[in-house]
C-alpha cells in the first residue's frame, strides 16, 4: 500500500501473514483488527489515513495463476486529518533459522513519530528442539525513542505477552489470540495488538523476541551429547551429571535457532522507511508444509 504521493510502500507482507495467520495455515478466527469467519476470507478493520490518495496493490508471485480475485475496498472521502498525520504501516520478517544468541526483529528499528500498533508472529522449532520442549522462553522487548541496551516495554515470555501462560493452547481473543498450536499444526502462531494499551514513540521504536527456549532435565538427558544446549542460567553446556542434581523435573532454559515469522503494524509520519526487499517467493514459501 502506498499513501499519498510516497514511491515507498508502506505496507508490504505476504497476504495470509498480513491477515494474521502465519506459515500458510488457514484458521477461522476474529480479531479486533482482523478476521476469518469461514477459513476461506481475509476481512481486515485497521483504519489507513490518507490525505490526498491511496495505491493497494496485490502481485501473484507464485508459479500457479489465480482463478479468481475479490475484493473491496472501503474509504471515506473530505476527512479533516491533522497536518503531521500517522500513516498505517506493515511490514513482513522471516528468518529461518534465527541467529543464535541473537534476538530476532519483529521490527527493525524506524525513524518518526507514531504509534506501535502490534503484531502477529510465527515460531517453529529447528533441530532438536521441538517436542516436548517449550519455545517460548524469550522476552518481546520494545524500545522507544532513546532506549539503548535495556526497552521501555519488556516480557517475561512469549505466554505472557497475549495473556496466557506456558503450553499456549488456541484461542482468539479481541487483542490477543494463539491461533496455531505446536501438537496439533506443528507450529506456533500467536498476536498482541497494542490497541487499550497504545504504545506511542516520538523519534524511534524497535521490537525484538529472544530466542530462548526451555526444557526439563530429563528432557535434556534424552538428547545426544552434541545437542546439548548451553543454559541460560550459568552460560554453561547442559551437563546431565551437575545440572540433573534437582532431578528430572527441574527446568532450564536455553538460547536456541528457531523458524520465526512477523508481521508489525504501527503507525508514523511520512516519509516511509525503506526496508530491503523482501524474500523471494521461493525462499519464503520454503519448507512452509512441514510438520
Known sequence: AYWDDSTVPSVEA???????????????????????????????????????????????????????LFYE??????????????????????????SPKKDFEILPQVSGQGRFLGCNVGVRPVGPFNEPFWFGEGEMKIYVDSDQQYPTLVGTGTEDLVGSAWGLGKFNHLYQGCLLSEKEDGAWGFYRYHIPDPVYFHKSVRVTLQQIAGGTAGQLRKLTAKDYPELVADHQVFNPATHGQAGDGSWHNFETPQDVSSTAYWYQTLPAPIFPALEPYAERVKDLGRK
Open 14 to 68: 505476504p497476504l495470509q501473514d498480513f491477515f494474521g495467520i502465519p506459515f500458510g495455515r488457514q484458521v477461522k478466527f476474529e480479531s479486533a483488527l482482523f478476521s476469518n469467519p469461514e477459513g476461506r476470507s481475509f476481512n481486515c478493520f485497521v483504519p489507513m489515513p490518507f490525505k490526498k490518495k491511496a495505491r493497494i496493490t496485490i502481485e501473484n508471485q507464485s508459479p500457479k495463476d489465480c482463478g479468481a
Open 73 to 98: 475496498v472501503d474509504c471515506t472521502v473530505g476527512d479533516r486529518l491533522p497536518d503531521q498525520l500517522a500513516y498505517f504501516h506493515a511490514r513482513y520478517l522471516r528468518q529461518n533459522p534465527t
